[in-house]
C-alpha cells in the first residue's frame, strides 16, 4: 500500500488482489490542496468530500451491472442498472466518518456498519473497540472507508472483521 495519498483499493488484505492509485490530474490537485497547511478546516473537509466522489467512482468501476427494460416519456427503452449484491459501506471510525457522506451520494441505497479501532501505544496493534455491522453483510459489496493509512494495521483489522462477519466482496478507499 505504499503511500498515505487517497487511492481507490479494490482489496487490500495480505492476499490483496489489487491496488488502484488514481492517478487523475483532478486527484492529485485537491491532494495537494488537502495537504497544504494554510487550507482551512472548512476547506479541508470539501475537499475530503470531493476526493471521495472521484474515489467511489473508480471503487466501484466494476459493479455487476445487468439490462432492465423502462419506460421513458418517449418509449419502452433498456438501460443498464447495477445489479447482483448490494452494498455497505463501513466508515473505520472515527476518521472515515468524514468520507461517508460522499459514498452516500453515489449509493444511496448502502446499508451502513461501523468499525472502531485505535491504535495500543504499547503494542503499536489495532485494538477494536466497537463493531455494527449489517445483519446480510456476507450478501453484500463492502467498501471500507479510512483517509489515510499509516502502518495499514488498522484497515487490516477492519478487512480481518467483515471477513470474520462472512463478506467476501471487500473494496478499501483510502
Not at 498515505?4 to 490542496?33: I, N
Not at 476526493?51 to 467511489?56: E, F
Amino acid at each position: 500500500m505504499g503511500r498515505d495519498t487517497m487511492s481507490g483499493t479494490p482489496l487490500a488484505t495480505s492476499g490483496m488482489r489489487s491496488v488502484t492509485e488514481v492517478a487523475h490530474p483532478l486527484v492529485q490537485h485537491k491532494l495537494g490542496l488537502l495537504r497544504d497547511v494554510t487550507t482551512t478546516t472548512q476547506m479541508f473537509r470539501q475537499l475530503v468530500n470531493e476526493l471521495t466522489l472521484l474515489l467511489t467512482y473508480e471503487a466501484t468501476k466494476d459493479l455487476a451491472d445487468e439490462e432492465v427494460e423502462i419506460e421513458t416519456p418517449l418509449e419502452r427503452m433498456t438501460a443498464r442498472r447495477i445489479s447482483g449484491k448490494k452494498v455497505a459501506v463501513c466508515p473505520i471510525l472515527r476518521a472515515g466518518i468524514g468520507m461517508l457522506d460522499a459514498v452516500l451520494s453515489l449509493v444511496p441505497g448502502a446499508r451502513v456498519g461501523f468499525i472502531g479501532l485505535f491504535r495500543d501505544e504499547e503494542t503499536l496493534e489495532p485494538v477494536e473497540y466497537y463493531v455494527k455491522l449489517p445483519g446480510d453483510i456476507a450478501d453484500r459489496d463492502v467498501i471500507l472507508l479510512d483517509p489515510m493509512l499509516a502502518t495499514g494495521n488498522s484497515t487490516a483489522a477492519a478487512i480481518e472483521t467483515v471477513k470474520k462477519a462472512g463478506a467476501t466482496s471487500i473494496r478499501l478507499i483510502a
